[in-house]
């Protein structure tokens, strides 16, 4: 029968770790514990793996729907500054043509 490694989050793979340390620093009493040990070290370390791959992925997730978000705000904000320049374009020559008119006056 092979193990499957369970998907752990990241707070079940910090328990894992610490299982395995405790165990690390434990002194085994006989060769069948020290078996045991390496056994669950191997578990753990593939659980550790499998939920370290899940967090990169939802991780890489994050940072996708993060990127895409301020990309849509970057475009909203470049679309703002234009119509603020065209406004400001405008106003400014509405100014000057008024002045132009009170010179000639």
Same mark, same amino acid.
């Given at each position: 029968q092979v193990n499957q490694p369970a998907v752990l989050s990241?707070?079940?793979?910090?328990?894992?770790?610490a299982m395995s340390l405790a165990m690390a620093r434990a002194d085994p009493a006989s060769p069948s514990d020290v078996i045991r040990f390496l056994t669950a070290g191997e578990v753990n370390v593939a659980t550790a793996v499998r939920a370290?791959?899940?967090? &990169?992925?939802? %991780?890489?997730?994050?940072?996708?729907?993060?990127? &895409?978000?301020?990309?849509?705000?970057? &475009?909203?904000?470049? %679309?703002? %500054?234009?119509?603020?320049?065209?406004? %400001?374009?405008? &106003?400014?020559?509405?100014?000057l043509s008024a002045f132009r008119a009170e010179l000639n006056l």
């Open positions: 990241a707070g079940c793979w910090c328990e894992c770790v370290i791959e899940l967090e &990169t992925i939802n %991780q890489k997730e994050d940072w996708e729907e993060q990127l &895409t978000s301020l990309n849509m705000r970057e &475009t909203e904000l470049h %679309q703002t %500054q234009m119509k603020l320049i065209r406004e %400001q374009t405008s &106003t400014f020559i509405r100014d």
